[in-house]
Protein backbone atom coordinates (compact mmCIF):
# COMPACT_ATOMS: atom_id res chain seq x y z
CA UNK A 1 0.00 0.00 0.00
CA UNK A 2 1.03 3.28 -0.79
CA UNK A 3 1.13 5.76 2.09
CA UNK A 4 0.45 9.64 0.92
CA UNK A 5 2.10 11.91 2.75
CA UNK A 6 0.47 15.52 2.78
CA UNK A 7 2.16 18.36 5.04
CA UNK A 8 -0.84 20.45 6.49
CA UNK A 9 0.10 23.83 7.71
CA UNK A 10 -2.51 26.14 6.90
CA UNK A 11 -6.13 24.05 7.61
CA UNK A 12 -8.07 26.53 5.79
CA UNK A 13 -5.53 26.86 2.92
CA UNK A 14 -5.17 22.97 2.26
CA UNK A 15 -8.50 21.96 2.59
CA UNK A 16 -8.82 19.99 -0.14
CA UNK A 17 -6.34 17.64 1.35
CA UNK A 18 -8.26 17.52 4.22
CA UNK A 19 -11.43 16.72 2.55
CA UNK A 20 -9.35 14.13 0.17
CA UNK A 21 -8.63 12.27 3.44
CA UNK A 22 -11.97 12.48 4.54
CA UNK A 23 -12.91 10.72 2.08
CA UNK A 24 -10.58 7.74 2.10
CA UNK A 25 -12.00 7.67 5.48
CA UNK A 26 -15.72 7.05 4.24
CA UNK A 27 -14.38 4.35 2.02
CA UNK A 28 -12.93 2.71 4.75
CA UNK A 29 -9.26 3.79 4.63
CA UNK A 30 -6.74 4.88 7.53
CA UNK A 31 -5.27 8.27 8.24
CA UNK A 32 -3.02 9.35 10.80
CA UNK A 33 -3.44 12.92 11.99
CA UNK A 34 -2.28 15.26 14.49
CA UNK A 35 -3.80 16.04 17.33
CA UNK A 36 -2.60 17.98 20.68
CA UNK A 37 -1.68 14.40 22.95
CA UNK A 38 0.12 12.46 20.06
CA UNK A 39 -0.53 11.36 16.45
CA UNK A 40 -4.01 9.47 15.89
CA UNK A 41 -4.54 6.49 13.34
CA UNK A 42 -8.02 7.18 12.13
CA UNK A 43 -10.50 4.93 10.79
CA UNK A 44 -14.35 5.41 10.18
CA UNK A 45 -15.39 4.61 13.98
CA UNK A 46 -18.46 3.47 13.18
CA UNK A 47 -18.14 0.66 10.50
CA UNK A 48 -16.61 -2.62 11.70
CA UNK A 49 -14.45 -3.63 9.09
CA UNK A 50 -12.54 -0.20 8.99
CA UNK A 51 -11.70 -0.35 12.57
CA UNK A 52 -10.36 -3.75 12.12
CA UNK A 53 -7.75 -2.45 9.71
CA UNK A 54 -6.16 -0.25 12.76
CA UNK A 55 -5.69 -3.45 14.43
CA UNK A 56 -3.92 -5.24 11.36
CA UNK A 57 -2.23 -1.91 10.75
CA UNK A 58 -0.83 -1.56 14.33
CA UNK A 59 -0.51 -5.46 14.92
CA UNK A 60 -2.65 -4.13 18.27
CA UNK A 61 -4.61 -7.14 20.55
CA UNK A 62 -8.31 -7.30 19.54
CA UNK A 63 -9.30 -6.48 23.13
CA UNK A 64 -7.72 -3.02 23.61
CA UNK A 65 -10.74 -0.21 23.00
CA UNK A 66 -9.70 2.42 20.40
CA UNK A 67 -11.17 6.39 21.37
CA UNK A 68 -14.04 8.15 19.22
CA UNK A 69 -13.03 11.06 18.29
CA UNK A 70 -15.69 13.98 17.49
CA UNK A 71 -16.04 17.45 16.59
CA UNK A 72 -18.95 18.69 17.92
CA UNK A 73 -20.31 18.01 21.79
CA UNK A 74 -23.72 16.85 20.01
CA UNK A 75 -21.90 14.54 18.25
CA UNK A 76 -21.46 12.18 21.67
CA UNK A 77 -25.31 11.42 22.02
CA UNK A 78 -25.72 8.71 19.38
CA UNK A 79 -22.85 6.45 20.67
CA UNK A 80 -23.94 6.87 24.30
CA UNK A 81 -27.09 4.78 26.31
CA UNK A 82 -27.18 8.53 28.71
CA UNK A 83 -25.29 11.56 28.81
CA UNK A 84 -24.70 12.19 32.83
CA UNK A 85 -25.03 15.51 33.62
CA UNK A 86 -21.98 15.74 35.33
CA UNK A 87 -20.05 14.07 31.93
CA UNK A 88 -21.60 17.17 29.85
CA UNK A 89 -20.01 19.47 32.61
CA UNK A 90 -16.92 17.74 31.86
CA UNK A 91 -17.34 17.95 27.98
CA UNK A 92 -17.99 21.96 28.20
CA UNK A 93 -15.24 22.38 30.45
CA UNK A 94 -11.92 20.37 29.54
CA UNK A 95 -13.76 19.12 25.05
CA UNK A 96 -11.77 20.39 23.14
CA UNK A 97 -8.99 18.90 25.13
CA UNK A 98 -6.75 15.70 26.48
CA UNK A 99 -9.66 14.17 28.90
CA UNK A 100 -11.37 11.07 27.46
CA UNK A 101 -14.59 10.02 28.76
CA UNK A 102 -16.09 6.62 29.03
CA UNK A 103 -19.99 5.65 28.72
CA UNK A 104 -22.40 2.67 28.25
CA UNK A 105 -22.03 2.72 24.41
CA UNK A 106 -25.03 2.87 22.21
CA UNK A 107 -26.23 -0.18 19.27
CA UNK A 108 -24.29 2.60 17.02
CA UNK A 109 -20.99 1.70 18.36
CA UNK A 110 -18.90 -1.33 16.79
CA UNK A 111 -17.87 -4.49 19.41
CA UNK A 112 -14.41 -4.09 17.72
CA UNK A 113 -14.34 0.09 18.78
CA UNK A 114 -14.67 -1.04 22.78
CA UNK A 115 -12.66 -4.41 22.66
CA UNK A 116 -15.89 -6.42 23.49
CA UNK A 117 -16.51 -3.99 26.32
CA UNK A 118 -20.45 -2.78 27.31
CA UNK A 119 -18.37 1.06 27.06
CA UNK A 120 -17.36 3.34 24.55
CA UNK A 121 -14.29 5.60 25.24
CA UNK A 122 -14.94 9.37 23.63
CA UNK A 123 -13.33 12.70 23.30
CA UNK A 124 -12.69 15.62 21.24
CA UNK A 125 -9.08 16.83 20.45
CA UNK A 126 -7.85 20.20 20.35
CA UNK A 127 -6.42 20.28 17.07
CA UNK A 128 -7.17 22.07 14.08
CA UNK A 129 -6.13 19.43 12.01
CA UNK A 130 -8.12 16.68 13.50
CA UNK A 131 -11.27 18.53 14.04
CA UNK A 132 -10.84 19.26 10.66
CA UNK A 133 -10.83 15.69 9.26
CA UNK A 134 -13.36 14.60 11.54
CA UNK A 135 -15.47 17.03 10.03
CA UNK A 136 -14.50 16.42 6.62
CA UNK A 137 -15.24 12.60 7.07
CA UNK A 138 -18.83 12.90 8.49
CA UNK A 139 -18.18 10.07 10.79
CA UNK A 140 -16.40 9.93 14.29
CA UNK A 141 -12.59 8.68 14.11
CA UNK A 142 -11.91 5.72 15.65
CA UNK A 143 -8.09 6.11 16.47
CA UNK A 144 -5.74 4.87 18.73
CA UNK A 145 -2.35 6.50 18.99
CA UNK A 146 -0.22 6.00 15.28
CA UNK A 147 2.17 3.43 16.42
CA UNK A 148 3.07 -0.60 15.56
CA UNK A 149 1.91 -2.30 18.95
CA UNK A 150 3.88 -1.63 22.10
CA UNK A 151 6.39 1.07 20.52
CA UNK A 152 6.58 5.01 21.84
CA UNK A 153 3.82 7.03 20.62
CA UNK A 154 4.34 9.25 17.82
CA UNK A 155 4.55 12.92 18.36
CA UNK A 156 5.75 13.88 15.19
CA UNK A 157 4.60 12.77 11.41
CA UNK A 158 8.16 10.83 11.16
CA UNK A 159 7.57 8.79 13.80
CA UNK A 160 4.13 7.84 12.35
CA UNK A 161 6.33 6.94 9.18
CA UNK A 162 8.71 4.96 10.66
CA UNK A 163 5.97 2.26 12.32
CA UNK A 164 3.57 2.82 9.51
CA UNK A 165 4.88 3.45 6.46
CA UNK A 166 3.31 1.29 3.50
CA UNK A 167 0.69 -0.09 6.16
CA UNK A 168 -2.14 3.36 6.16
CA UNK A 169 -3.32 5.61 3.39
CA UNK A 170 -2.52 8.70 4.34
CA UNK A 171 -0.35 10.95 6.98
CA UNK A 172 -1.35 14.47 7.47
CA UNK A 173 1.45 16.08 9.35
CA UNK A 174 0.81 18.91 11.37
CA UNK A 175 4.15 19.78 13.79
CA UNK A 176 4.99 17.74 16.60
CA UNK A 177 2.34 17.59 18.71
CA UNK A 178 2.36 19.74 22.09
CA UNK A 179 1.75 17.63 24.93
CA UNK A 180 3.64 14.69 23.51
CA UNK A 181 1.64 12.40 26.31
CA UNK A 182 -2.00 10.79 25.48
CA UNK A 183 -5.01 11.87 27.32
CA UNK A 184 -6.56 11.15 30.33
CA UNK A 185 -9.04 8.84 30.07
CA UNK A 186 -11.92 9.04 33.14
CA UNK A 187 -14.73 5.91 33.65
CA UNK A 188 -17.94 7.52 34.24
CA UNK A 189 -19.82 4.66 34.34
CA UNK A 190 -18.99 3.42 38.07
CA UNK A 191 -20.33 5.03 41.28
CA UNK A 192 -16.70 6.99 41.70
CA UNK A 193 -15.31 8.35 38.51
CA UNK A 194 -11.97 6.54 38.02
CA UNK A 195 -8.98 7.89 36.53
CA UNK A 196 -7.75 4.51 34.04
CA UNK A 197 -4.81 6.48 32.59
CA UNK A 198 -3.49 9.90 33.86
CA UNK A 199 -2.97 12.68 31.44
CA UNK A 200 -2.91 16.13 31.11
CA UNK A 201 -5.90 17.02 32.90
CA UNK A 202 -5.19 16.15 36.44
CA UNK A 203 -7.27 14.28 39.28
CA UNK A 204 -7.41 18.02 40.69
CA UNK A 205 -8.58 19.48 37.59
CA UNK A 206 -11.06 17.00 37.55
CA UNK A 207 -12.34 17.92 41.01
CA UNK A 208 -13.46 21.28 39.71
CA UNK A 209 -16.59 19.48 38.44
CA UNK A 210 -16.72 16.30 40.46
CA UNK A 211 -17.34 15.23 44.46
CA UNK A 212 -14.97 12.26 44.17
CA UNK A 213 -12.11 10.91 41.83
CA UNK A 214 -10.77 7.75 42.10
CA UNK A 215 -7.28 6.37 40.24
CA UNK A 216 -7.32 3.02 39.56
CA UNK A 217 -4.13 1.13 40.91
CA UNK A 218 -3.40 -1.53 37.71
CA UNK A 219 -1.53 -4.08 40.35
CA UNK A 220 -4.72 -4.28 42.65
CA UNK A 221 -6.98 -4.85 40.15
CA UNK A 222 -8.63 -8.08 39.78
CA UNK A 223 -9.51 -7.69 36.21
CA UNK A 224 -8.04 -4.79 34.43
CA UNK A 225 -11.03 -2.50 33.19
CA UNK A 226 -9.42 -0.95 30.48
CA UNK A 227 -8.40 -4.18 28.44
CA UNK A 228 -5.33 -1.94 27.38
CA UNK A 229 -3.86 -1.83 30.92
CA UNK A 230 -2.11 -5.06 31.20
CA UNK A 231 -0.21 -4.81 27.66
CA UNK A 232 3.57 -3.24 27.78
CA UNK A 233 3.90 -0.24 25.98
CA UNK A 234 6.16 3.01 24.70
CA UNK A 235 8.84 0.53 24.93
CA UNK A 236 11.72 1.12 22.89
CA UNK A 237 14.43 -1.50 21.69
CA UNK A 238 17.24 -1.41 24.70
CA UNK A 239 15.58 -2.17 28.05
CA UNK A 240 14.96 0.63 30.66
CA UNK A 241 15.27 0.37 33.69
CA UNK A 242 14.33 3.51 36.25
CA UNK A 243 16.27 5.15 39.06
CA UNK A 244 14.78 7.00 41.14
CA UNK A 245 17.75 9.06 42.89
CA UNK A 246 18.57 12.51 42.35
CA UNK A 247 21.82 14.81 42.91
CA UNK A 248 25.10 13.26 44.04
CA UNK A 249 22.98 10.17 45.07
CA UNK A 250 22.02 9.81 41.65
CA UNK A 251 25.49 10.74 40.00
CA UNK A 252 27.58 8.18 42.07
CA UNK A 253 25.40 4.75 41.11
CA UNK A 254 24.88 5.68 37.70
CA UNK A 255 28.82 6.23 37.28
CA UNK A 256 29.21 3.03 39.16
CA UNK A 257 26.11 0.96 37.16
CA UNK A 258 27.63 2.80 33.87
CA UNK A 259 31.46 0.99 34.77
CA UNK A 260 29.82 -2.43 35.49
CA UNK A 261 28.04 -2.47 31.99
CA UNK A 262 31.25 -1.27 30.40
CA UNK A 263 33.18 -4.24 31.81
CA UNK A 264 30.14 -6.43 30.09
CA UNK A 265 30.97 -4.82 26.96
CA UNK A 266 26.95 -3.36 26.84
CA UNK A 267 26.69 0.05 26.01
CA UNK A 268 24.79 2.48 28.35
CA UNK A 269 22.07 5.21 27.23
CA UNK A 270 21.42 7.66 29.82
CA UNK A 271 17.90 10.03 29.86
CA UNK A 272 18.51 12.31 32.53
CA UNK A 273 16.37 15.51 34.14
CA UNK A 274 18.50 19.28 33.17
CA UNK A 275 19.36 19.44 37.24
CA UNK A 276 21.45 16.12 37.36
CA UNK A 277 22.46 16.50 34.02
CA UNK A 278 26.45 16.74 34.51
CA UNK A 279 29.66 14.36 35.56
CA UNK A 280 27.73 11.73 34.12
CA UNK A 281 29.70 8.66 32.47
CA UNK A 282 27.21 6.61 29.79
CA UNK A 283 27.82 6.41 26.14
CA UNK A 284 24.80 8.41 24.72
CA UNK A 285 23.06 10.78 27.21
CA UNK A 286 19.72 12.45 26.52
CA UNK A 287 18.65 15.91 28.70
CA UNK A 288 14.80 15.15 28.73
CA UNK A 289 13.85 18.87 30.16
CA UNK A 290 13.48 20.32 33.36
CA UNK A 291 11.80 18.58 36.86
CA UNK A 292 11.09 22.13 37.19
CA UNK A 293 9.34 22.22 33.67
CA UNK A 294 7.33 18.67 33.28
CA UNK A 295 5.82 20.10 30.41
CA UNK A 296 8.99 20.10 28.37
CA UNK A 297 10.16 16.29 29.95
CA UNK A 298 6.42 15.55 28.90
CA UNK A 299 6.90 16.85 25.02
CA UNK A 300 10.11 14.91 25.18
CA UNK A 301 10.01 11.56 26.40
CA UNK A 302 8.30 9.71 23.39
CA UNK A 303 10.69 11.22 21.13
CA UNK A 304 13.62 10.10 23.44
CA UNK A 305 13.19 7.23 23.74
CA UNK A 306 12.54 6.26 20.05
CA UNK A 307 15.84 8.00 19.59
CA UNK A 308 17.96 5.37 21.13
CA UNK A 309 16.63 3.10 18.76
CA UNK A 310 19.29 5.52 16.42
CA UNK A 311 21.84 4.73 18.69
CA UNK A 312 23.70 1.34 19.44
CA UNK A 313 23.08 1.46 22.99
CA UNK A 314 22.41 -1.70 24.83
CA UNK A 315 20.06 -0.91 28.17
CA UNK A 316 18.75 2.77 29.05
CA UNK A 317 18.82 4.62 32.32
CA UNK A 318 16.01 6.63 33.00
CA UNK A 319 16.18 9.25 35.76
CA UNK A 320 12.28 9.22 37.70
CA UNK A 321 10.57 12.43 38.13
CA UNK A 322 8.71 13.96 40.97
CA UNK A 323 4.77 12.16 40.82
CA UNK A 324 3.38 15.63 40.74
CA UNK A 325 0.89 17.08 38.48
CA UNK A 326 2.28 16.24 34.71
CA UNK A 327 4.61 13.74 36.30
CA UNK A 328 2.27 11.28 37.12
CA UNK A 329 1.38 10.78 33.84
CA UNK A 330 4.66 10.87 33.02
CA UNK A 331 5.84 8.53 35.18
CA UNK A 332 2.79 6.10 34.46
CA UNK A 333 4.42 6.18 30.64
CA UNK A 334 7.76 5.25 31.89
CA UNK A 335 7.10 2.26 34.59
CA UNK A 336 5.38 0.93 31.28
CA UNK A 337 8.00 1.72 29.29
CA UNK A 338 10.31 -0.20 31.52
CA UNK A 339 7.97 -2.82 32.18
CA UNK A 340 8.36 -1.93 35.95
CA UNK A 341 12.16 -2.39 35.82
CA UNK A 342 14.16 -0.42 38.38
CA UNK A 343 17.83 -0.01 39.22
P1 LIG B 1 -4.38 4.40 22.58
O1 LIG B 1 -4.68 3.15 21.91
O2 LIG B 1 -2.93 4.55 22.79
O3 LIG B 1 -4.96 5.61 21.97
O4 LIG B 1 -5.11 4.29 23.95
C1 LIG B 1 -6.49 4.06 24.03
C2 LIG B 1 -6.74 3.65 25.43
O5 LIG B 1 -8.00 4.15 25.86
C3 LIG B 1 -6.88 2.15 25.61
O6 LIG B 1 -5.67 1.48 25.65
C4 LIG B 1 -7.64 2.09 26.93
O7 LIG B 1 -6.76 2.22 28.01
C5 LIG B 1 -8.52 3.32 26.86
N1 LIG B 1 -9.90 2.95 26.50
C6 LIG B 1 -10.48 3.04 25.31
N2 LIG B 1 -11.75 2.61 25.35
C7 LIG B 1 -11.97 2.21 26.60
C8 LIG B 1 -13.11 1.65 27.29
N3 LIG B 1 -14.27 1.43 26.68
N4 LIG B 1 -12.95 1.35 28.58
C9 LIG B 1 -11.79 1.59 29.20
N5 LIG B 1 -10.70 2.12 28.62
C10 LIG B 1 -10.79 2.44 27.34
MG1 LIG C 1 -1.21 3.81 22.22
Do not use: C
Amino acid sequence: MHTTYYKINHVNKEMNRIVQAGQMIRDGGLVAFPTETVYGLGANGLDESSVQKIFMAKGRPSDNPLILHIAHLEDVNPLVKMLPEKALQLAERFWPGPLTLIFKRSELVPETVSGGLSTVAIRMPDHPVALALIEASGVPLAAPSANRSGRPSPTTAQHVLQDLEGRIDYVLDGGPTGLGLESTVLDLTVDVPTILRPGAISREDLLDILNDVAVDEPSSQQKPKAPGMKYTHYAPQAPVFIMDETGEAFRSKLNALVDDFHDKGQKVGVLVTHEDAHRLNGDVIKVIGSKYHLASVAANLFKMLREFDETSVDIILAQAVPEEGWGIAIMNRLIKAAGGKKL
